[in-house]
């Protein structure tokens, strides 16, 4: 199973970057996950938060095909402890799931289509972060899950 983590606008920080990238390194002896960044609208002062969300909506449809399983990095979503999330990929990777889609949206959120489009939501907390953090936070996650699906000592019980 891929799996592709797919984000609105780049990571800016770059200690955030460094953080990212130590967790992505050490996720290539688990599973395949892709990076993708989607660039940030340009001209946003003209359009409302919905024409926004509409805009990055018909970005990130374009990425994805109808065989994806999409879930969205939403606040409102199901939240799942590690070894709960650790269970829901080993799942997805035993079924007939070929590319799981995790995706992080732009600053106002989904736009409709795309909730109509996911699979399941997901969120990492019921606390807001910013999207930056969001991204280190959840390939840190990824990794854990990992090592809990291999039975290995990274998280502890």
Do not use: C, W
């Amino acid at each position: 199973m891929k799996i592709v983590l797919l984000t609105v606008g780049k990571t800016e920080d770059a200690y955030i970057r460094e953080g990212i990238d130590k967790f992505v390194k050490r996720l290539k002896h688990y599973t395949r996950l892709d990076m993708a960044d989607l660039p940030e609208l340009k001209n946003t002062k003209a359009l409302t938060q919905d024409q926004q969300k509409s805009k990055e909506a018909e970005l990130i449809l374009k990425k994805i095909s109808p065989n994806d399983h999409v879930v969205l990095l939403d606040e409102k979503g199901l939240e799942f402890s590690s070894v709960q999330f650790a269970d829901y990929l080993d799942k997805k990777a035993i079924s007939s799931v070929q590319t799981l889609f995790f995706i992080i949206g732009g600053p106002y959120g989904f736009d409709a289509s795309l909730y109509q489009r996911a699979n399941a939501q997901l969120a990492l907390s019921r606390m807001t972060f910013s999207h930056q953090m969001v991204r280190l936070f959840f390939v840190e996650q990824l990794y854990r899950a990992y090592t809990i699906i291999k039975g290995e000592p990274y998280h502890h019980q």
